[in-house]
Every structure is written in structure tokens, then in C-alpha cells.
């Protein structure tokens, strides 16, 4: 078997001991690498009714089958854990270059285990584990911390950490790598329950394909195909951003203020074609990418002269700035920057600073509690400085700091209504009142609210994807088969890294010919999709046996009580009936009872234990 090392290095930081356990074929033909990696580890390892902040939680991280070869968009690493924002276990995935240096360090996945007595950093080259003092490092940010740990390792190091917002166990703190985040469900904070403030790996080992002469053919087919796409040239020269006019007008489907709205009137300068060209100064891509849609987005001058970034992408456009009802750029900029520094999820930050907002208009918190003038003509100003407020957990900046639905409850007085939210997480930029199908998806993606569990925004705005035509968005029949044959796609992408803006490229039955040429193993299709539903259903089973269950996956209130008040999607909502069809749908497309649980039957199907 090649292209697999066949190692998992498992790290217990409470007794700074460490050991490998090998793997071999039947356990790649059972999880295939990256996410499904990852899951397998959490799924065995947490044991039943852990804390997510405690030393039994299990932190995760794998690279995709595909990372450290030369697969255009295909250097995704995975990881994943109990997440204290839902209570599931949360994987998230980021281009960073942590995980294909861990394979050449002669692993395919790192287990974490326990909890160190004081700030540390785990330091992987090859055979040499350490875990090291980072009593000097507590308490920077995510561009100081790497620098300092490659001026210390050498500048050739790859790194992984977390900053304050982790370090202070927000529900939202992210991991950070080469400008990318591991953004979703509060993993961020799960390292700084351990204590555990980067990981820093070199690999000196190479990698060995089944057959490198078929891999680099395959390679260059495939860059060929990218480059001669629509989507290529429009996200080199946009960036992820480039359709937000589109759904803002033609679908009518960008939330605004706290979902109040569909259609943000005053976009313009948060549109990527008004920015792109003025602050955009060369692209940026993930490690190993060939379609590169990151910008490194720079202001030259005025109030926020100085902020430079890897962005903005689509979903911080939304989250920081239309759903804060944040017209200007810079602002949003440089929101995005204190997050990164400070370690946040642009996605669930912005959404509770938004949530904030709508509270205070609706004079439920006041200047005096919040601390800020949280006025939506304030935004500009408002938006920047309670992000600082909450990485920090200062002032309001402390009651926000877990996200809508533990700030809801603290702050009573009916908040709970305004707190956009699926199992404790908030949504990404789709009103799904106006895709009813991708509400769906956030009820059924096991980590909360999600667009990438099951990618299901893409087949809806458009009308078809893969072997589906005449979609119709504003529809509930039907989706429930849909949506879980998705999720099992996006789970065989994730585990073999690649992007899912690929998706178009590489469809499942391509994947097969590219992991033989890496690996000499052969698959078909059925037999990927197969893997992808195991992955999910684990994933699942763990979440069922967590108590989350039914009641939890539930769509916010608004979205099933007020419809969208304009544009052309002006009316439509998604029903408590209309909920309830899907969900009973999917229920049944996954042979899982109806209260959200995989059947023996099904788990025996999957070989899961």
C-alpha cells in the first residue's frame, strides 16, 4: 500500500509520553484518510459524556489522502473533536500546510490526548517528539506565535496555534495555520483546554505514490480543466466573494441584520468587484493549491491603514459584514484581521455581533450593558471593537463570547427569539428560507449549521449538481435523499483533502483513478460513497449517544415564522410542517429513526461498531 505511511502518533500531554499505532488497508477502505481519520479517532476515543473542555476530549488531525502529492486543490487537513459550542463531535477542514507535514514526518494522523500542566506546544520532527514550555507564548496572536516558533525550529517549520480567544475558551476560537482557519465549533478552545498552544512539525520524509508517471498525467489533465473554467478566472481575480451580488439580487437569499433581511441595499463597497481591484495586492493560495481564490486584501491608509489579510472571503463578507449591517470594507477588514489575530470563527462572531445588534435596536440591551453603541449606523465602528471584546472576553465582549444561544439565555428577556442558531452554531451566508433544502442540510450537518457538511447550497442557487436537474429551492418534497447523499460526497472529499470548490472538477466517480495512482488500491464509486455514509453515520451515532437528538436539530425560530421580507425570494419561509417533511425524509434516506438515531441495522451495514 502506498501513499500512506500506515502511522498514527498519539500524544498524551498529561504524562508527555507518546506512542504509534500502526494501520493497514482494511482500515483505509473503512475511513480513507483526513476526515474520516479524524472522526474514527474521536468516535473510539471520547468517551461517553466528556466534557469538551476536560483532559478525556480528543483532538484530532489528519491530512487528506490526497495531501503531499501533486492533486491541484487537493492539500485539505482535517480535524476534529467533541466541540463545546454543540456537544457533537465537531471536524473542521483548512488549507493549511500542518497536514501534509505531518505525513512527511512519517504520520498519517496526530492523537492528542490529556491535558499539560501549564502552557505547552508539541513539537513533531520525524522520529523526535517533544513537548515543550510555552509559558512565553500565552497570551500572543496567531502571526506572533509561528514567527517566534520558526525563528526557534527553523524557518522551514509548519505551525499550528491558537490565540487568546482559544487560550479564554470561547465556544468560537479557532486553530490557525499560514493565514487558514479551522474555523468551526470552537476546536480553538478545546487546545486551550489542554493547555496546548501550537504544534509545530517538520517532515524530512518523502512520500511515495503507487505510480508517479499516472499521478503527474492526472495532474496536469486536471490543472488544464481548472484553468479553462469560468470559476477559475473569476475567483483568481474576486476570490470566494465573487457570487455575493448574485445571491444578494438574483436569489435574494444574503441575510441582513440578524436575518431581518435578505437583500443588503447598501453592499456595494463589501462587494468583491468593488474591492478586489483597490485593495487586493497579489493572490494567496492553501498549501499546494492551483486554483488559488485567497487575496492578500491590504488598506494603505485612513482610520484602518495598516490591516493586511488573507481575504475577505464570502462568508466574513456576510457574517461581519451584512448580517452586522456593515457597509464598509475596511471595517470588515479589519474585523477579519482581529479574528485571525485573536484566533475567532469569522462565521459565529459576526452573526452574535449581529444578533448583539438586533437586541440592542430592540432595546432588550442597552448602551449602558453593551458598553458600545451597537446602532446598525454604528457599525463600522461598532463591529471591529466588539470582536476585540469578545477574543478577550471583556465587558459584554465575556456574555457574547459563546456564541447566540449561551448569550440568549444569560440575557433572558426574550432574546432567544432573535438567536439564529441549529444545535448551538451559527449559519453560514444562505437565508435558507429561500432554499429549503440547504435548511435541511444546516438541521442535519452533525457539527450545527453548516454549508459544507453537504454543500447543498450550490445544487439549489443553481437548479442541479451531479445527476440531479430542475431543482426547485423553494420546495420541500424530495430533499431528504438529496441532502444525505451529499453529505456523503463532502465526507469522501474530506478525507481525501480536496477543496470543495472542486466539486464541479471531481466528481466521485473521477476519484477512484487518482487514489490508485497514489496508492495502488483500488475503488469504485458506490464503494467511495459507502465510506463517505459510514463516516457520517459514526459521526451521528456519537452525536445520538452525546443526547443530542431531534429536538436539538431544530431550524431557528425566525426562519420558521417570518418570511423573507424582499427581493425575489420576497414571502418564502420554511414551514414547522415543512421542517418536519424533511427531516422525516432524511430520517428515512438514512435508515436512522425518526428522533435522529442509526439503527443497529444500519451501523452493522457499515461494519460500525
Known sequence: MKGYVGKILKVDLTTEKWHIKSFDEKHVRNVLGGQGFCVDIVYHGVPEGADPLGSQNVLAIAGGAFD???????????????GPATNTLVESIMGGSIGPELRHAGYDALEITGKADGPAYIFIEDDKIEINDASDLWGKDTRVVPEALKKRHGWDVKVACIGVAGEKLSNMACIDCDDRQSGRGGLGAVMGSKNLKAIVVRGT??????????????????????????????????????????????????????????????????????????????????FACTKPCGKLFEVKSGKFAGVAIDGIEYETLYSLGGTCGNPDVESVARANELCDLLGLDTISCGVTIGFAMELYQRGIISRQEAGVDLSWSNAPSAVPEMVELIGNRRGFGDVLANGVKVAAQKIGKGAERYAIHTKGLEPPAYDVRGMKGHGLAYMTSTRGACHLRAGFYAPELVGKFWKWEGIDRFSAVGKGPMVATMENFMCVYDSVGLCKFSRGFYLIAKLPEVLEAITGLRFTEDELLKIGERIHNMKGAFNYREGVTRKDWLLPQRVLEDPITDGVSKGSKISVDEMNLMLDDYMNARGWTKDGKPTPEKLKELGIE
Open 68 to 82: 503531499g502529492f501533486p492533486v491541484g486543490t487537493g492539500g485539505k487537513v482535517a480535524f476534529a473533536a467533541k
Open 205 to 286: 520524509r518523502d512520500l511515495v505514490p503507487h505510480d508517479p508517471k499516472k499521478l503527474l498525467e492526472l495532474a496536469l489533465h486536471y490543472q488544464k480543466i481548472y484553468e479553462a473554467s469560468p470559476s477559475f478566472v473569476e475567483d483568481t481575480k474576486y476570490g470566494t466573494g465573487e457570487f455575493l451580488g448574485w445571491v444578494n439580487k438574483d436569489r435574494g437569499v444574503f441575510p441582513t441584520k440578524n436575518w431581518q433581511e435578505s437583500v443588503y441595499n447598501e453592499r456595494q463597497q463589501i462587494d468583491p468587484y468593488y474591492w478586489a481591484p483597490k485593495y487586493v495586492t497579489k493572490n494567496k493560495a492553501c
